[in-house]
């Protein structure tokens, strides 16, 4: 069974730090592309960032570029996502989610998700 499960949020000033982490079982996770993904209350779902199963490959959506960073630690089977100087705007729940596929920001690419965590930017 495939498990996804996000931690590292919270709340936090406008300007400030998170780091998120998504720990991956039940699945062979050095073969899979990694995205982060996030739904802010009443829209829908948005690509955040992604990368290749080997992390040599990145790729953010314009409005986080310079400001998250994504990583992946294969031996730990676990992908974070760095971010710095929030914004109010980056409220949302963030999910991670694994794709058989190359690098996508398209949501039916992925297979599996997790069950998200809140991150709440505050001014």
């Known amino acids: 069974q495939v498990q996804l499960v996000e931690s590292g949020g919270g709340l936090v000033q406008a300007g400030g730090s998170l780091r998120l982490s998504c720990a991956a079982s039940g699945l062979t996770f050095s073969s899979y592309t990694m995205g982060w993904f996030r739904q802010a209350s009443g829209k829908e779902r948005e690509f955040v960032a992604a990368?290749?199963?080997?992390?040599?490959?990145?790729y953010y959506t314009d409005s986080v570029k310079g400001r998250f960073t994504i990583s992946r630690d294969n031996a730990k089977n676990t992908v974070y996502l760095q971010m710095n100087s929030l914004k109010l705007e980056d409220t949302a729940v963030y999910y991670c989610?694994?794709?058989?596929?190359?690098?996508?920001?398209?949501?039916?690419?992925?297979?599996?998700w997790g069950q998200g965590t809140q991150v709440t930017v505050s001014s």
């Open positions: 989610a694994a794709a058989v596929s190359r690098i996508t920001n398209i949501p039916a690419g992925y297979a599996y």
């Open positions: 990368i290749s199963w080997s992390g040599g490959g990145t």
